[in-house]
């Protein structure tokens, strides 16, 4: 197996949002695998990774904190809880993700990598229009939140109007 040309270390060293661009998909499988395996704290923004049906919102947004850093329900609630009031959730912590809207549960997503603490974002294949919702939720937030878009190289342009900084993961410097 050839050596992958971006590190997560380069990435995150950027401090920045980026367009991660490959010309196939098995490129971006191989990053997510490296995302999700890396010791950084890189949240994933994707359809892959779903909420658990039977848990509310605040449940699954606070299950791997709870998980990993042995807190109560509470504790990761307080911890989180200035993201919820700037990002207007409040009222839909006690929801299912399955009775949610698309940006809704997008920006429940958003506060799940916050409660891991994540500054980077990782967003595979992502649609444009969830894109613009994580972009403008993260933007609204009191700290660094990096988003890291990945697409197949002929859908570029859908994102170009976004202004970040391409990285080309077919490229080996």
Known sequence: MSTFPVSISSLTAQRRHLLLVSEDESTLSRLTAMVVQSDFHIGVISDDFPFLTNLSALENIVLGC????????QSCRKNIQGLVDVLGLNENLDQRAQFMSRPMLLKMHLLRCMAMESTFIFLPMISRSDCDILHRAAETLDRDVFLWVACLSNDQDVYTSLEFPIIDLNFTP
């Not at 709870?66 to 329900?73: F, I, T």
């Open 66 to 73: 709870m998980y990993h850093k042995s807190m109560s329900l």
